[in-house]
């Protein structure tokens, strides 16, 4: 695994990294409650994220492979008041309770989206998108999310931006340095984009508390995988505001 997180990471940030080249999964959230925050990192190997967890806000992100998501309704684990580790109570995972916003996933081409288990809540589901959450009973929040090449929108995600293009991400190394290879059209620019700020994340389901910085002021989500700024209107759909567009080359690390 690229980064691992159990139980009582209420109030983490994973922002800014790159992952890639893990043989099990980038970033593995294990039977955590919320709320925490996962901007602006660039996911590439073939399993991004497995989730296991809930009330966790992911934002401007590049998913480059699959999604696992997977309750666990056999172990209660802690949840905390804000900004603090007492045991508020315990709860087990159903699942959901995520915000997706202003993302990047990318799939496999026609019809290669999610593999998912019809009407059956408590079972695995893993592909590219976010149906994989099709069946969890918590609720998604999504918005400003940009699909492409065959990954799959939330069932209930309002006017998802879909493009069939191939952005043909490829990572090359060079001289100690890594860059990232992109081909961006205009679609980049369609996606319905909105800042990710702490009113528009809300509360999270089970713990009943707001994203915030550390120190409990509100949060935004202004600056990109660069720390550039970002549009106040209608940011960049992904973890680099306005890149460009056609075949580009952004060094990464």
Request: aromatic share 8%; charged share 20%.
């Amino acid at each position: 695994s690229g980064l691992w997180l159990d139980w009582m990471a209420q109030g983490t940030r994973v922002s800014g990294n790159l992952f890639h080249d893990n043989a099990a999964e980038d970033l593995f959230m294990e039977v955590n409650h919320g709320p925490y925050l996962v901007d602006n990192n660039v996911f590439l190997s073939n399993v991004n994220l497995l989730d296991m967890s809930e009330g966790g806000a992911f934002a401007h992100n590049l998913f480059n492979g699959q999604i696992i998501s997977r309750p666990e309704p056999n172990r209660s684990t802690p949840y905390h008041p804000a900004h603090a580790t007492v045991v508020a109570g315990l709860a087990t995972t159903k699942g959901g309770d995520n915000r997706f916003h202003n993302n990047l996933f990318i799939g496999k081409g026609g019809a290669a989206g999610a593999r998912k288990p019809a009407g059956k809540s408590n079972q695995a589901a893993s592909g590219y998108g976010l149906s994989v959450y099709d069946e969890r009973e918590l609720p998604l929040q999504t918005g400003g999310n940009l699909y492409y090449h065959g990954s799959k929108p939330h069932a209930k995600e309002t006017q998802p931006t879909e493009a069939e293009a191939n952005p043909r991400i490829k990572l090359l190394e060079e001289g100690g340095r890594f860059y990232l290879q992109v081909t961006c059209g205009p679609e980049l620019k369609q996606a319905g984009t909105g800042r990710v700020t702490t009113a528009l994340l809300g509360k999270t389901a089970i713990p009943q508390l707001p994203y915030e910085n550390p120190d409990g002021s509100p949060l935004t989500v202004d600056r990109d995988y660069f720390g550039q700024p970002r549009a106040q209107a209608k940011p960049t759909p992904g973890p680099f505001e306005n890149p460009g567009a056609g075949e580009l080359r952004l060094k990464v690390w």
